[in-house]
């Protein structure tokens, strides 16, 4: 790929930070946008901004056709056979806040259990715990070991037929990990439990392909690979969805509506209430487009190179610990430098143009296992290149002997 002619693509990355050369590591947390996402949204705003769904006229049919054709769209991208398995929500933590309302409530009882992993984003955890307190489930947690990946032992130990739900991520938002998914889910099939994948991290990074993946429900967000913040997509078995009550009423969720009952539209409308994000989906639309021309399998490998490279350097230095595996990640690398603590690394390193988080990342039960208050984490996407790489190490070096 042609990374100088990808970067003059992405208009925040021609200004600075702190006066100098912004660098941009915290992909991982949102995505930069290109200018074909920013035009995208401005066009719809601009030439063909109607109520959709609603209108018979041939803007309303324009706006109509631009937000169901970004439902066709995200179906082929994720590998869905059905356009109605997608239904659009704000964001992936909406996402698995409908299934574990919708889904759960209807279906979890007292001492049923959900199986969940100690690497999940804070987003994945708190939807289950309300719901298993209000149905009297049980929440339970597969093991992390040493090395940050999933304890298959652990997982394979808590299959038990108490088990209903197993949701878990497909690449950690803090170590990297890239989880057997395959596995993982014939393993739950196998044990008649359904599997929500939380799929943000991966989504941007590798082919997702949900029918060959054989999950029941899967999300993700659009900020984080390249699209608007505010969309997101749940894709769910037809079967399942039908089955399902609404998460919330109102607007095009609604078929028939009279004095003391209403029915509710087919799927996916069931569960999109209220005006749709239609903005919003569109400039997703966009960002789609953006990573089909480039190709996926090439991003990939783009960001496993740098990663790799990434990784080898950082190693050298004196008194890192990284944290997660040095292979089979995506391009997310949590490190800390013994004797100094993350925010003043990531405070300096901004001084410097660099901007990269340093926190908890939401995963407060991971940082409880790793024994860590918190870390720096530098998210690598299709726009970084070796050379930002190499003065990142620089500076990290400098920092570290400012900060000893």
Not at 150 to 178: C, F, H, P, R
Not at 190 to 197: A, G, K, P, R
Request: hydrophobic content about 35%; some cysteine; charged content about 20%.
């Amino acid at each position: 790929m042609n990374i100088q002619k990808i970067k003059s693509q992405f208009p925040i990355l021609k200004q600075k930070n702190r006066g100098k050369k912004l660098i941009y590591l915290d992909s991982a947390a949102t995505s930069l946008k290109p200018l074909s996402v920013y035009e995208g949204d401005s066009d719809f705003y601009k030439i063909y901004y109607v109520s959709i769904h609603r209108s018979v006229y041939e803007l309303g049919e324009k706006a109509t056709n631009a937000f169901e054709g970004t439902r066709n769209k995200v179906a082929k991208f994720i590998g869905s056979k059905h356009s109605s398995s997608i239904i659009f929500t704000k964001g992936a933590t909406e996402s698995i806040n409908l299934v574990a309302d919708s889904w759960g409530f209807s279906n979890l009882k007292k001492n049923d259990i959900v199986l969940i992993s100690e690497m999940e984003h804070h987003s994945n955890i708190v939807p289950w715990q309300v719901i298993t307190k209000r149905t009297g489930a049980i929440l339970e947690y597969i093991s992390v070991k040493e090395d940050g990946t999933l304890d298959m032992e652990s997982l394979k130990s808590k299959l038990t037929d108490k088990v209903k739900m197993l949701s878990i991520t497909q690449a950690s938002n803090v170590l990297g990990t890239i989880n057997p998914m395959k596995e993982i889910i014939n393993l739950a099939h196998q044990n008649n439990t359904l599997v929500m994948v939380d799929g943000c991290q991966s989504t941007p990074h590798f082919k997702v392909d949900v029918e060959d993946l054989n999950c029941d429900f899967f999300a993700f967000s659009g900020h984080k690979m390249l699209g608007p913040t505010g969309v997101g997509v749940l894709y769910g078995k037809q079967d399942l969805l039908e089955k399902m009550e609404p998460y919330q009423t109102g607007g095009g969720m609604i078929k028939e509506v009279t004095l003391q009952e209403s029915t509710w539209n087919d799927v996916p409308y069931r569960f999109e209430a209220g005006s749709p994000n239609a903005s919003q989906v569109i400039g997703l639309s966009y960002a789609i487009d953006f990573i089909n021309e480039l190709g996926i399998n090439e991003i990939t490998k783009h960001t496993e190179m740098i990663s790799d490279y990434t990784f080898k350097e950082l190693s050298k230095i004196d008194g890192v610990t990284i944290y997660g595996p040095s292979h089979n990640r995506i391009s997310i690398i949590s490190f800390n430098i013994d004797g100094i603590h993350s925010g003043d690394i990531s405070q300096m390193l901004d001084y410097e143009g660099i901007t990269m988080r340093s926190g908890r990342h939401c995963c407060s039960p991971l940082m409880s296992k790793l024994n860590i208050s918190s870390c720096l984490r530098l998210s690598l996407y299709l726009y970084n290149d070796t050379s930002e790489i190499d003065l990142f190490i620089e500076k990290l070096k400098t920092t570290i002997i400012t900060l000893s």
